[in-house]
């Protein structure tokens, strides 16, 4: 797993960010750089290439080349970014903007006055995987045509397929942060999470509550 992905889908899909999460702002326009966002889809594409390599040397089976709706996944990368960083967008224009007095910043920065749904510029790590988890459970950006004798031997892969894929992309970039998901380690407790997250009308709020108990340091 590369820094580069982790950088893209952990990162604001939508503008570009400094390596400390800061908004990049174009001099011209006097607001954020656009982000080349196939650099992201690049990498993401990268690492389900080599999720589904996995999937055939651990099977033993052929499979169709991996399927990935973009424009979907395209809008589960908005959106999810649209949740985690909104605040984090609105802080950097109030500071960007020189003709704002002190006072005028500090009260436009009240974020708990906007009815945002997170309200913190640094969201902890377990609220951003739900997010991402929520989002691309929700627009399923991910299938599979296995064949019929293959199906079963796809076992989660092939059963809840879009959930699953979703579940190792987050697990991939956890990684730049020395941490990993658990759930997988009992079988029947992640067959009930992808059940969830294939079938069920999860929130944002229930994922995050529930991945906090599973996040542990690698």
Sequence with gaps: MSLNFSNHILFDYWY???????????PATDDFELRNKNDAID?????????????????GIQLHEPDCNVVLLDQ??????RDIYGGKRLQARINNNKQLTTTSKNNL????????KIDSTSPYIH??????????????PFSIEPTRQSIKALGFAG???NEYISYLLVQAALQLF?????????????????????????????LEFYL???ITEI
Excluded: C
């Design 127 to 140: 609220r951003q995987v739900a997010v991402l988890l929520y989002w691309l459970s929700v627009i399923k």
């Design 16 to 26: 570009k960010q400094n390596p400390d999460g800061s908004y990049i702002f174009n």
């Design 178 to 206: 020395n941490l990993r998901l658990k759930i997988h380690e009992d079988k029947l407790t992640f067959n009930e999470f992808l059940y969830d997250l294939h079938y069920r009308n999860l929130s944002r709020s229930s």
């Design 159 to 161: 059963k809840f397929h």
């Design 43 to 59: 990498a993401m594409l990268g690492i389900l290439n080599q999720i589904y390599a996995n999937i055939i040397t651990q099977k």
């Design 212 to 214: 906090n108990a599973y």
């Design 76 to 81: 589960a990368l908005y959106k999810y970014s």
């Design 109 to 116: 920065l009240k974020f708990n006055d906007y009815g945002l």
